[in-house]
């Protein structure tokens, strides 16, 4: 008689998918080459970011019109999404790399991700070839050993139990994203705070000024809530420039050259600028970029050298048309010399709102000039003042389609109310306006295209400074139209013809609308 027999079972197993462990394990490998890379770099201070290489080549390279989406779509968060955008391509490649099965092309693409990152870390002002290589063979490294052995560990998890199997390999591979991302921030906290303790701005003693700015009266604020101040609290002002990240210049090794057309050459260390006699004035600057209406300017005081004084020195030649001004990072802007002795305040400034420059404003040294955006006047992290002819040099942004001579127009900003819905009863219509070096001599508002009617304007800081307007409404239920115009100094009113801030800044009223 034929006996039957059992044999005890193991339970079934649902190994690891295979093709989960390889995309994961190669995120996770990109993830631990950009965190121990960006601490490597944090460590040791020759040693460059790699993050900070890439971002600065794409900035470089990037067409003009994609440039000029991104800084209208994420505005000063550009730089932001910008870093997000190359760790998530990173990412993306991990995976992709990962879910070979090839370790010859595993490797190979490893290896070109780090070669490229190093000779783009290289371009930059403040690293060398050599530990940009080292960074990337450090990335290379790190990021092969992460995915070598996540998909080892992926892989023999597939025998055994589906809880641990899937438990180590998601351990490893959640615990390297979180290691990763931890000594990441570690390395980019390293790289700010240990260069700027050696720099050791807080510490600056800033010289008086031998022509000190008389302080704003309470006549030249009005009472308004939602009105932009008549100072821009340093924390609040905007910026706007082609570094990736701040240059961290140490001002005890900086020094700027004045060059080119002069008599002769001059080189002055920062103790060399603080013992200049310095001046203080309120000059609200301005990007180009700001569309009408836009928060891409502000009204700060700033402490510095007469530009002028500072080209005395050198002694500038008759036939020099141009000042250009270089940045440590390379960044280069170009305006007329008559600029610089024309009456209009234009300074070597070294503070801002009664501090030394922040890191991020341009210290320790920079170029502050009334009446001229941003990308053709105001050079951070100065390093030279060179004097050429007017066709013997384009700026950075001239070639990339702005225009060579930038005079900032005549705005004014509806800064309350907002739009969009508002109670009724009566309110104040208010915002501020600006004409650098002109000046504002009236602002006027329009509802719902009716007559100009002229606004109340707080009393004059200056003619360099915005200056406050406001205008009383009592509002009528519905919808409603606003509109506000400035006229300067000069009697120019603002134009209403409508334009992009491409190529030499925006125009147009600004207008608003609301329902009450």
């Not at 009266?217 to 340093?234: C, H």
């Not at 961290?248 to 700027?256: F, K, L, Y």
């Not at 309350?416 to 208010?430: F, L, N, Q, V």
Request: glycine share 10%.
């Amino acid at each position: 008689m034929a006996m039957e027999t059992t044999t005890d079972q193991a339970p079934p197993t649902v190994p690891t998918p295979a093709a989960r462990i390889g995309p994961v394990a190669g995120m996770a490998g990109v993830a631990a080459s950009f965190g121990f890379s960006e601490f490597l770099a944090g460590l040791i201070g020759a040693v460059p970011s790699l993050i900070v290489g890439v971002a600065t080549l794409v900035i470089d390279t990037v067409p003009k019109p994609v440039r000029d989406f991104a800084i209208s779509l994420f505005g000063t968060a550009d730089k932001l999404v910008l870093g997000v955008g190359i760790v998530s391509v990173g990412l993306a490649i991990g995976a992709w790399v990962g879910s070979r099965s090839d370790r010859p092309v595993t490797t190979l693409v490893f290896a070109g991700f780090g070669l490229f990152g190093a000779l783009a870390a290289a371009r930059t002002p403040e690293a060398d070839l050599l530990p940009s290589l080292v960074a990337g063979a450090v990335a290379v490294g790190v990021g092969l050993l992460t995915l070598r052995v996540l998909v080892s560990v992926g892989h023999r998890s597939a025998a055994a139990r589906v809880d641990d199997g899937r438990r180590a390999f998601l351990i490893g591979a959640g615990s390297t994203f979180l290691v990763s991302l931890f000594v990441g921030l570690i390395g980019r906290n390293l790289s700010e705070s240990t260069t700027e303790t050696v720099a050791a701005r807080d510490e600056i003693g800033l010289p008086e000024p031998v022509s000190p700015a008389s302080p704003p009266s309470t006549a030249m604020s009005l009472d308004v809530d939602g009105i932009s101040p008549l100072v821009t609290p340093t924390s609040d002002f905007y910026r706007i420039d082609t570094a990736f990240v701040p240059p961290r210049v140490d001002a005890a090794t900086w020094s700027m050259r004045i060059a080119g057309m002069v008599d002769r050459e001059v080189e002055l260390g920062y103790d060399d600028l603080l013992g200049l006699d310095m001046v203080e004035r309120y000059i609200t600057i301005a990007c180009v970029s700001n569309e009408v209406g836009g928060g891409l300017v502000g009204n700060a005081k700033w402490l510095g050298v007469p530009l002028r004084d500072v080209l005395d020195l050198a002694g500038v030649q008759p036939e020099a048309e141009q000042l250009v001004g270089r940045s440590v990072d390379r960044f280069t802007v170009g305006f007329p010399v008559e600029a610089a002795f024309d009456g209009r305040d234009a300074l070597v400034a070294v503070a801002m709102n009664d501090e030394a420059l922040p890191i991020e404003h341009g210290f320790p040294a920079r170029l502050v000039v009334a009446g001229l955006y941003g990308y053709v006047s105001s050079t951070k992290w100065l390093e030279e003042l060179h004097l050429t002819g007017w066709d013997a040099f384009d700026a950075y942004w001239i070639p990339r389609g702005w225009a060579k001579e930038a005079p900032i127009k005549t705005q004014t900003r509806i800064d309350t109310p907002r739009p969009g819905r508002i109670s009724e009863g009566p309110r104040a219509i208010a915002g501020v306006a600006w004409a650098p070096n002109r000046g504002i001599e009236r602002v006027e508002v329009r509802i719902d295209g009716g007559p100009w009617v002229e606004a109340e304007l707080a009393a004059s800081l200056d003619d360099d400074s915005w200056r406050q307007w406001s205008f009383a409404w009592t509002p009528t239920p519905g919808r409603h139209k606003i509109e506000a115009r400035a006229t300067d100094g000069t009697g120019e009113v603002q134009t209403e013809v409508e334009r992009p801030p491409a190529p030499d800044g925006a125009s147009g009223y600004h207008t608003i609308s609301v329902t009450v």
